[in-house]
T-cell receptor, first 112, second 113 residues
Framework: DGGITQSPKYLFRKEGQNVTLSCEQN?????MYWYRQDPGQGLRLIYY???????QKGDIAEGYSVSREKKESFPLTVTSAQKNPTAFYLC???????????FGQGTRLTVV | SQQGEEDPQALSIQEGENATMNCSYK?????LQWYRQNSGRGLVHLIL???NEREKHSGRLRVTLDTSKKSSSLLITASRAADTASYFCATDAVGGNNRKLIWGLGTSLAVNP
């Protein structure tokens, strides 16, 4: 079955710690995205990538980093510089512009 | 950046009633898309309507697009309790940076049995 997989589903981070959220897709999509969603809010774009080895900052990139070394993988690292990381993180992919996006099931990150 | 705005922010109806949600946007678009999100889950694509289309149907869903008013509506007919979710609109802008979807803030729909 083709799809997009995020792991883990729940993640707990201690103050000052970096954590990495995984996003893998087997849909052969070129474009991948990371969003942050806070309770009762819409989606805010963190980073996106249109092609392997290339990515661009979204609207709220500070405190986050990404890599795109393989077409199917787009991991997101939440660094200690992100002061308020507790949120629901969503990864998405699509073939390219003007097409539908497919979403993973999300990772809920909590700072403890 | 969030350019879409859905209204109402929240909607509560009885099972069997129709639900209508609206979305407004600011720039010229190639298409407008509607997505659904169940609580604590990822988003699921519902329907895509292109800028040269005025209406599109998919099962119990009907989407209209008025590019002159920069607005769209999503109608869910004969609603069911299972339709309870948040609904988001998203647009692909014309030209410039159309590589990312621009999202609205969503409408939370509650369908009461």
């Amino acid at each position: 079955d083709g799809g997009i997989t995020q792991s883990p589903k729940y993640l707990f981070r201690k103050e000052g710690q970096n954590v990495t959220l995984s996003c893998e897709q087997n849909l052969n999509h070129d474009a991948m995205y990371w969003y942050r969603q806070d309770p009762g809010q819409g989606l805010r774009l963190i980073y996106y990538s249109q092609i392997v080895n290339d990515f661009q900052k979204g609207d709220i990139a500070e405190g986050y980093s990404v890599s795109r070394e393989k077409k199917e993988s787009f991991p997101l690292t939440v660094t200690s510089a992100q002061k308020n990381p507790t949120a629901f993180y969503l990864c998405a992919s699509r073939i390219g512009p003007n097409t539908e996006a497919f979403f993973g099931q999300g990772t809920r990150l909590t700072v403890v | 950046s969030q350019q879409g705005e859905e209204d109402p922010q929240a909607l509560s109806i009885q099972e069997g009633e129709n639900a209508t949600m609206n979305c407004s946007y600011k720039t010229s678009i190639n298409n407008l898309q509607w997505y659904r999100q169940n609580s604590g889950r990822g988003l699921v694509h519902l329907i895509l309507i292109r800028s040269n289309e005025r209406e599109k149907h998919s099962g119990r869903l009907r989407v209209t697009l008025d590019t002159s008013k920069k607005s769209s509506s999503l109608l869910i007919t004969a609603s069911r309790a299972a339709d309870t979710a948040s609904y988001f609109c998203a647009t692909d802008a014309v030209g410039g940076n159309n590589r990312k979807l621009i999202w609205g803030l969503g409408t939370s729909l509650a369908v009461n049995p």
